[in-house]
């Protein structure tokens, strides 16, 4: 029997072990090899639990410092930010032990650090039941999807709102991780693959990464899953209608509120590994492990080229609004849209049939191979693109946006004096907000595949402005390594930009209003002395029947354009883009 067997290797993959026996197995690693593996804290959980990290290193090099002297590069992957989808972590289980005991993995440490955050998402992970993953194949009992205040640790990496994130983002910094890998298992369809992932690889990626993973990395991950006797999809399946699989598979959307969405904006390439739901855990846990295995080879193979593409990514990022009014279009929103490909798909054979049950169509898959072309939208389009500005201005009373900002790590600079200069402010308005909650708050999403439309957007149109602020304002320069982080917050159209997740809700409020008879006076006076207005009014009264037989709104119509209305300022948007700092009194960089 080989020393150090997983707990779920014992057990014969029939269940995954709790938080304490997952680290007494780790513990037990590092205390047999102090020298290559050693775990540490980077936070507490909302429940007050510790958060660790195991990192695997060759030479007892255990700081980042020493780690990018010694030029290597660092993987770090994540586990069970769902709990209950606990493949990774037993993965990693056997994985470190191989990395430590197996001579053969011994070279792969020459030039990778492998960071593994074994249960992420602490909290969730020890609110164990049979009940928590209807879909899935096991194991039993598994963690539950969200942290201590159910938020969904997957939908909070920008607005950043759980303990959890705010630890994880610190353990970003302090590392600055080459290559990020987040480990899940599917819902949705059923198919022969074990093993889906995705690489994201749209225009927002930096172009000679995105070569990268594209060209190298999505083949040899099929390749190395399919040695091992796995069966590999690169891409996460989505059904266009989860009705007809012959429809084929949806464009996936990556906003930064996703792990892997969020590192686009640290420059760095990602991997999300979606284990099939319906495969027993032994065929997935083993199948994570090929995947894993492979990549690490892969990433000791282009370490050097890997290193110099998240370099150029870097300094990329840092010219982001270096061009003033002349900066190229960063794009903003992602969409669906581009060229739909055929691809080859292992499906299984499938009816559809009428349900009594819903009413509509519902799908009866066998477990008969079925090989057949369908479409992907595999391409993605840029939905919206913006000129970024050299740097944005945050009035000091939005100090929870600011947080956020501090949180990623984001340099921010300050005021010095009172300041008055030429900005450019958006004014927005249109916006309807959900009537229900998502993750603690009503935000304004874009409709994707996993999140569904929330509310809609309205419009936010720029102007230039001469305008003053107080000292202590806050000045976000793009010159730094992540101005994607700072731009995907501050612009409002931006898919998790603080504006959508409720943040600025606020400047939409009306505060003060006309009395009705006060109104009434005024309109009076106004109806007699301004024909157009009065014209505009009967105009109303006659083509909007709601309007018509709606007193309050009918007085309304004079307040709302009155200078009373105006000064209010709803929907102004606090934030202000500056096209120089030349000029603005500003902290030293
Ligand atoms: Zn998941």
């Known amino acids: 029997m080989p020393p150090f067997e997983t707990p779920s290797e014992i057990d014969a993959y029939r269940t995954t072990p709790d938080l304490a026996e997952t680290f007494r197995f780790v513990e037990a690693l590092a205390a047999a090899h102090p020298d290559l593996l050693r775990t540490a804290s980077f936070g507490r959980s909302g429940e007050g639990r510790d958060l660790r990290v195991v990192v695997v290193s060759k030479g007892a090099l255990f700081e980042p410092a020493s780690v990018r002297a010694a030029g290597r590069v660092v993987l770090l992957v994540q586990n069970c930010i769902h709990a209950g989808e606990p493949d990774g972590k037993d993965a990693c289980l056997a994985l470190l032990r191989d990395l430590v005991e197996d001579p053969s993995f011994g070279e792969l440490l020459d030039r990778v650090v492998v960071l593994v955050v074994p249960v992420y998402n602490v909290d969730g992970h020890e609110r164990r039941s049979e009940f928590h993953r209807f879909n899935q194949n096991g194991p039993v009992p598994a963690g539950w999807r969200a942290n201590g205040t159910n938020i969904n640790l997957n939908r909070d990496y920008l607005k950043a709102d759980a303990p959890e994130t705010r630890a994880l983002l610190g353990l970003l910094r302090r590392w600055e991780p080459d290559f990020f890998v987040d480990d899940h298992v599917t819902d949705g369809a059923d198919f022969q693959y074990d093993i889906t992932f995705a690489l994201d690889t749209t225009p927002d990626v930096f172009p000679a990464t995105a070569a990268w993973l594209r060209d190298v990395v999505s083949p040899e991950l099929v390749r190395g899953a399919s040695d091992a006797g796995h069966l590999a999809f690169p891409g996460p399946v989505f059904l266009v209608d989860e009705t007809d699989p012959s429809r084929g598979l949806a464009f996936n959307e990556d906003p930064p509120h996703f792990s892997t969405g969020y590192m686009i904006l640290e420059n760095r390439p990602s991997l999300l590994v979606e284990m099939h739901m319906l495969k027993d855990y032994r065929t997935r846990v083993t199948g994570n492990y090929a995947l894993l295995r492979t990549l690490l080879g892969v990433l000791h193979r282009d370490a050097e080229r890997l290193r110099a593409a998240n370099r150029d990514a870097d300094a990329a990022a840092t010219r982001l609004g270096s061009g003033g009014p002349e900066s190229p279009p960063f794009p903003l929103v992602i969409g669906k849209g581009g060229a739909t490909t055929s691809v080859p798909f ?167 209003s006309g009395e009705g008879y006060v109104l009434e006076r005024v309109a009076t006076e106004r109806l007699a002395a301004e024909p157009a207005l009065k014209a505009e009014f009967e105009e109303r009264l006659r083509k909007d029947p709601a309007f018509a037989s709606d007193p309050d709104a009918r007085l309304a119509f004079f307040y709302d354009r009155s200078p009373w209305f105006a000064a209010q300022r709803i929907g102004e948007y606090p934030v202000v883009r500056l096209r120089t700092l030349d000029g603005v009194p500003v902290t030293p960089a």
Request: net charge neutral; glycine share 6%; proline share 9%.
């Open 346 to 512: 292992l499906g299984y054979e499938y009816e559809r049939v009428r349900s009594e049950i819903s009413g509509r169509y519902a799908l009866r898959y066998s477990k008969a191979p079925f090989n057949v072309p369908i479409p992907w939208e595999s391409d993605a389009t840029v939905a919206v693109s913006i000129r970024p500005p050299a740097a944005y201005l945050i009035p000091p009373p939005w100090t929870e946006v600011v947080d956020v900002l501090t949180a990623h790590g984001v340099a921010l600079r300050r005021t010095t004096a009172e300041w008055t200069g030429t900005v450019e402010r958006y004014h927005c308005s249109g916006m309807r907000w959900p009537s229900a909650p998502f993750e603690g708050r009503f935000p304004i999403l874009r409709a994707g595949n996993v999140e569904r439309a929330f509310g809609s957007f309205g419009a936010c149109s720029v102007t230039d402005e001469t305008a003053t602020f107080p000292a202590g304002s806050v000045v976000v320069s793009l010159a730094q390594r992540l101005a994607k982080v700072a731009i995907h917050w501050l612009e409002p159209e931006a898919p998790d930009s603080a504006l959508r997740w409720g943040f600025f809700a606020p400047i939409f409020e009306q505060k003060e």
